[in-house]
């Protein structure tokens, strides 16, 4: 097959495999009819509009924000000065904190959240909330990490080496010079971390209390409830949200190369 | 490269210590509650395990839907990866835009999708019909098939991602210099490109395949109870029997394959290099 | 940079135990089912009498005993409400409090069965259910249990997992189709296992088979009578069966939670569901068949529900005991047999 037929026709199919359900979604989002189908029976947005008025919805995305706000954020104000000693510092035991900090990506995540019922939540009486925003940082760690050790990588380390012997303080150092280089790997880590956070589902699955769940999680009972198109449209809602968010980082920020 | 061991520390410790206590000593706990039994240890937890035949399903299909979705999917990454790269960059950029964008969408929402997609009265069973390929719907939901078409759209974007950034970085006059030295596209593609960019293989290999096996929504809304997977066998056994033994042993056979099938590839990718 | 995102974990930590620890709160953990009547005619209602606040939360019968017994030390929930099995189960493992039923002022007007389904003192009956099964009548006729397994119907059958209310109840009338009845329901699950490859699936929440139906997945379903309002609602031609063998069915149960904080709140929320006029209201809007005898409904509602003394005393209900001792090897047979 000669490329000329074979690259559009290969593009076209997995293009289409992967972004395919997506669209499918929104168009049932929009049907005027009582159940989940398509092709959407009639155009209405009553869906859309029920989004807003679920009441759990609506605290299980309060939940879902200030976890992958405020969960991102701890991750990186722990994240942020491990990479720094990681990247600029003879570190004793360098590879074993490396490792530690990253091993929350390659644990099965419905493990952890049950470790931390079990031994945490359980045992200390630990608040399901904070547990939840403990158990997100930990899982938003080995992003900051990463993405943040990879920009001060590229970053030459002679320049606040420099300002040092110029008699800055390291702290001054690290905050007028290296900071202001890595802002943008710092914002592209946050971005990261948010979705990660945001979409997680196996690390909240046991980490649910009456009352207290995460968005998708709260989605997933909901649909175990009725399988009505409004679940549909708060998925589109929260993928033109996580759109969007990408978008404009990979418009100011050149977002994918950190990806 | 600074010397200071001590500030080097502070700077570190506070993530590794907060890695360790909240994540690293729950998930050791939790594996070692499997190798206990009345107060000593003991694989008795893995023979009780095995020893059922349900177990043994539920394990076998696991493994076998994770190297299904592996294997298809880096057949088809390849070939999706291998049009990316000869594009434009202008066109380039856009094609890798849309493979990272279902990664941002959350994967309640992606599988979702399929109920409708896949369902009796779905548009899968309607094309069918209307082409002629089936008199009657063909079911697909509550099966194998379900999930496997479920982790396969979940997991080929990092695939896909994996073997663009290793098609990009093979030489540019590699598959030229084959083709004029008379290498049909078979040859080219397992003597060329396989061991120039296997790394990129063994990198999305170990994403797709852990991805499968520890994926949790997909199997449970596609799957249902009869096509139980580790996972939501896991998730079963803790919410209907507080089985928290079998939980254990269930995640350490997790863990155990997401590490085997990452030092396995790793293994092949250099043993193809030493020839 | 740094400054923000300290003060959001900061301002994260600070409102996180804060919105737990508000006014006074009563944790209830009920059926998901029809949470939107509930909280129409039961909790909204309630938060107004009381002046507290209700947390829900819902699950199936099983989640929440296990749930229950993982939060043993320090409970969550302060009232549940599970089947008649799990009461007992929950008795056995301590995880619930004798109920003061002088505190219930509706207590007397409840049928004899419910006042004390178990003879423990532990729960009270709040609903009855027949247990059949609901069928495209369009498609197919069920005229017996053994009708769900024929070689034409069991590919458009979802069967109740061993695991939840219904499967035991729908096993032991199979088995009774079948002639060969025995409290380890073996044959039944045999009679299953055969056509395991068939049986669209081995559903676990009720709810999703509405779903189903609508989309043709499945034909048929043994259901409890509380989902069948679901059904009628599609505009299909719907039929609940009353097979030759006769129908099963159950009760659920409300039970209080040991060392619950909010005792007298969750009896006062017992004894308010209770009432003839919640009750009434569930009733009317087919969500729970009353077990208080004091409800009065129209007949055309009465024929939409598990209603009336006579009816209540036919239901073929297993015994709490017999549920709970031959347990452990349904479910492994169950496993075996229809599990892989």
New interface residues.
């Given amino acids: 097959m000669t490329?000329r037929i074979?690259?559009p026709l290969?593009?076209f199919l997995?293009?289409g495999?992967?972004?395919g359900?997506?669209f499918?979604?929104v168009a049932?989002s929009l049907s005027g009819g009582?159940?989940?189908?398509?092709?959407p029976q009639g155009f209405s947005l009553k869906w859309v509009a029920k989004v807003f008025t679920v009441e759990s919805f609506q605290e299980s995305f309060a939940i879902s924000m200030?976890l992958a706000?405020?969960g991102t954020?701890?991750a990186?104000?722990?994240?942020?000065?491990?990479s720094?000693?990681?990247s600029?510092?003879?570190?004793?035991f360098?590879e074993t904190?490396r490792t530690?900090?990253s091993?929350?990506i390659?644990?099965?995540?419905?493990?952890?959240g049950?470790?931390?019922?079990?031994?945490?939540v359980?045992?200390f009486?630990l608040?399901i909330?904070?547990t939840l925003?403990?158990?997100h940082?930990?899982l938003v760690?080995p992003y900051a990490?990463r993405v943040v050790s990879a920009s001060l990588n590229n970053l030459r380390?002679d320049i606040e080496e420099a300002a040092v012997l110029l008699g800055s303080s390291?702290a001054g150092a690290f905050f007028r010079v290296v900071?202001p280089n890595i802002?943008s790997g710092?914002l592209a880590a946050f971005i990261l971390g948010f979705?990660t956070s945001?979409?997680q589902?196996?690390v909240s699955?046991?980490l649910s209390?009456?009352?207290?769940r995460t968005l998708?999680i709260d989605?997933?009972?909901y649909?175990?409830?009725?399988?009505d198109p409004s679940?549909?449209a708060l998925?589109?809602l929260?993928?033109f949200m996580?759109?969007g968010?990408?978008f404009l980082a990979?418009r100011f920020l050149g977002f994918?190369r950190y990806? | 490269m600074f010397q200071n061991r001590a500030e080097a520390l502070a700077l570190a410790l506070p993530a590794a210590v907060f890695a360790a206590i909240v994540f690293l000593a729950p998930v050791v706990i939790l594996l070692a509650e499997g190798f206990r039994s009345a107060d000593s240890w003991s694989l008795s937890a893995y023979t009780t395990f095995f020893s059922d035949p349900l177990n043994r399903t539920v394990f076998l299909r696991t493994f076998r839907l994770g190297l299904m979705v592996t294997v298809v999917s880096a057949v088809i990454g390849y070939a999706a990866a291998f049009a990316i790269v000869n594009l434009t960059p202008r066109n380039k950029g856009q094609m890798i835009g849309l493979v990272v964008l279902p990664l941002m969408i959350s994967s309640v929402a992606r599988t979702y999708a399929w109920i409708v997609i896949l369902g009796r009265t779905g548009i899968v069973n309607q094309a069918l019909q209307l082409v002629g390929l089936s008199d009657e719907p063909i079911r697909f939901l509550f099966t194998e098939t379900a999930v496997f078409i479920g982790l396969l759209q979940l997991f080929l974007p990092l695939m896909i991602l994996s073997l663009i950034s290793a098609l990009e970085n093979m030489p540019k006059d590699a598959i030229p210099a084959a083709r004029v030295l008379g290498a049909n596209w078979f040859q080219v593609f397992f003597k060329v490109i396989l061991p120039l960019t296997k790394e990129g293989l063994v990198i999305g290999g170990t994403l797709v395949f852990t991805g499968s096996l520890t994926a949790y929504i997909t199997p449970a809304i596609l799957g249902g109870s009869k096509v139980l997977m580790l996972e939501t066998l896991l998730y079963q056994r803790v919410t209907v029997a507080n089985d928290f033994v079998a939980a254990s042993v269930i995640a350490f056979i997790l863990i155990v394959m997401s590490f085997a099938a990452n030092l396995l590839l790793k293994r092949l990718a250099t043993a193809r290099n030493k020839r | 940079m740094k400054k923000f995102l300290l003060a959001s974990s900061a301002l994260l930590l600070v409102t996180a135990p804060a919105v737990s620890a508000q006014e006074k709160t009563l944790t209830i953990s009920v059926y998901g089912f029809a949470q939107d009547a509930f909280k129409e005619l039961v909790y909204t209602p309630f938060e107004q009498k009381c002046g507290c606040k209700l947390v829900v939360e819902t699950g199936n019968s099983v989640e929440r005993l296990a749930k229950m017994e993982a939060n043993k030390a320090s409970p969550v929930v302060d009232m549940a409400v599970v089947s008649m099995a799990d009461a007992l189960s929950a008795t056995r493992a301590d995880l619930i409090e004798k109920i003061d039923t002088s505190k219930l002022q509706n207590f007397n007007k409840l049928y004899d069965l419910a006042k004390d389904p178990n003879g423990d003192g532990m729960s009270v009956g709040y609903t009855f259910y027949a247990t059949s099964i609901v069928y495209r009548s369009d498609k197919m006729e069920v005229n017996s249990w053994a009708d769900l397994l024929s070689d034409e119907n069991a590919s458009h059958v979802a069967f109740p997992n061993v695991t939840t209310n219904q499967g035991p109840p729908a096993l032991y009338m199979v088995g009774e189709a079948i002639g060969k009845n025995t409290p380890d329901l073996k044959e039944a699950i045999a009679a299953v296992g055969a056509k395991k490859d068939d049986i669209v699936t081995f559903y676990v929440k009720s709810s999703q088979l509405v779903q189903l139906m609508q989309q043709e997945e499945i034909w048929a379903a043994p259901i409890g009578r509380f989902s069948w309002e679901g059904f009628t609602k599609l505009g299909l031609p719907i039929k609940w069966a009353t097979p030759k063998e006769g129908q099963t069915g159950g009760m659920n149960v409300m039970v209080l939670t040991k060392g619950s904080k909010n005792q007298d709140l969750a009896l006062q929320f017992m004894d308010f569901w209770l009432s003839t006029e919640i009750q009434t209201a569930l009733a009317e809007k087919l969500v729970d068949s009353p077990a208080n005898k004091d409800v009065k409904v129209s007949p055309e509602i009465a024929e939409n529900l598990t209603y009336g003394e006579e009816t209540v005393k036919n239901l073929k209900l297993i015994p709490s005991a017999v549920a709970l001792d031959n347990r452990e090897a349904w479910l492994s047979e169950w496993n075996a047999q229809v599990g892989q």
């Avoid at chain 1, 009582?34 to 092709?39: G, S």
């Avoid at chain 1, 390659?106 to 952890?112: N, Q, T």
């Avoid at chain 1, 649909?223 to 399988?227: A, G, Q, R, S």
């Fill in positions: 490329p074979f690259t290969v593009l997995v293009i495999f992967l972004i359900p997506f499918i979604i049932a009582e159940t989940l189908a398509f092709p200030l706000i405020g954020a701890a990186l104000v722990l994240g942020v000065p491990a720094y000693a990681l600029r510092y003879k570190l004793p360098g904190i530690i900090v091993l929350p390659i644990v099965p995540g419905i493990i952890v049950l470790a931390l019922l079990r031994y945490i359980v045992p009486g608040n909330t904070l925003f403990l158990a940082t930990a760690l990490v380390s390291r900071m802002r710092i979705v945001f979409n589902v196996p699955l046991f209390g009456p009352g207290v998708p989605m997933l009972s649909m175990e409830i009725t399988y679940v549909a998925s589109a929260l993928a996580s759109i968010i990408v990979e994918s990806v």
